[in-house]
């Protein structure tokens, strides 16, 4: 059974690390708190190593999307405060030209952040976890310890939302394809 | 329009992916891989080692500009004061593994790396500090070399490689690889490993775990 020990190496793949900041930026960490997120990561490791009866990790890459996950959560409840994702893709892309379809992905991944911050951070969480990291259903339920049919029930409430929230903006992927 | 599920699905999954690209674009590395070339750290103070010479040579390209970037960010007083808020937490049932976990560590020292050769076990490293400060114990000679399984290097930065300002924590297992952090890089871990180094001195919390 893998251990922390297991996890450790995926610190030092950077596009491993890349995705955890991903996975913060996502649930909500201001990026420019990236950094100090990603260290509350470590100490979550070194937490797990001081817990070597109950350290069982059965898929590394998973455990520490879901740490991560949890590390966002954290980070909103104690701050109360939200650098708004769809404002920081706005700012980044705002200097940049794009083609019709390239500005169409665009609006669809500004819709989608405006679409996370609207969600209960719980299920934001999950969402992150399906549609992100592809984690299964399963998978999720484990690395976060609570029933499956909890999971289908934030995904089933989450999608419906997506479905509201797409069809108000009028955005589909398929607009800005060929 | 109604969409369906597998399509608001596939919307759904582009976006974030964009957004990882847009994430991505800004992390540590973005910088890295456009200064890498210009800026190569000194290792003059570091003998290379056969068994991390590929994880090295991977990362020294990385190393100086994201570490830049990581300082800017660690400096602020803006990050200091997220540090001290959010690694406070040693009376929960986590601050206690965490003190365990500092409990069964064999030493703590902050310092400089002198030098750092291939030990007589595979994996292990013979690591020479000039020490700054003794965590834990409290108190040891001005330089020392430990005999360490070596540590996992980081993606965006390798303290050993830098050399200098680092925090080594060795594992009291000698099979398990002890753990490195740039003091500049990660201030928070380290402040929050002082703490709670202090706490198990002070209050004779010994290691349980054996």
Sequence with gaps: MPTVNEVMPLLADRDEVNRVRSVLAMGGVPWDELNDAMQQVHLKLLEAEGRPGDAEIRNPRAWLAAVASRVAIDWHRERGKTMRLQDRLTEAWETQAGDDQRVGHRLVALAVAGYLEQLDSQVRQVVVLRYFVDLSVREIAAELKIPEGTVKSRIHGAMRKLRAVLNSQEVSLHDFEQ | ?210
């Design chain 2, 1 to 210: 329009m109604t969409l369906s599920n597998s399509r608001d699905e596939e919307t759904l999954r582009s976006g974030l992916a964009l957004i990882d690209e847009v994430v991505r674009a800004h992390s540590p590395d973005a910088d890295a891989d456009a200064d890498a070339e210009a800026s190569q750290p000194s290792v003059s103070s570091r003998v290379r080692l056969t068994g991390l010479i590929a994880a090295a040579a991977v990362l020294v390209a990385t190393v100086t500009a994201g570490t830049a970037l990581l300082v800017r960010g660690g400096d602020s007083p803006q990050q200091a004061s997220v540090g001290r808020n959010t690694f406070s937490g040693e009376e929960n049932a986590e601050g206690q593994s965490q003190t365990q976990w500092v409990a069964c560590t064999r030493s703590i020292v902050e310092g400089d790396v002198l030098r750092t050769e291939v030990g007589n076990e595979p994996g292990h490293l013979l690591v020479t500090i000039s020490v700054t400060k003794w965590v834990k114990p409290t108190t040891g000679p001005a330089q020392k070399t430990f005999d360490i399984v070596a540590p996992h290097p980081l993606a965006h930065h390798d303290p050993l490689a830098e050399a200098r300002d680092i925090l080594l924590m060795v594992n009291r297992d000698t099979d398990r690889p002890s753990l490195v952090y740039g003091l500049a890089e990660t201030p928070a871990v380290a402040r929050h490993v002082e703490r709670l180094a202090v706490k198990v001195t002070e209050s004779g919390i010994a290691c349980t775990s054996e």
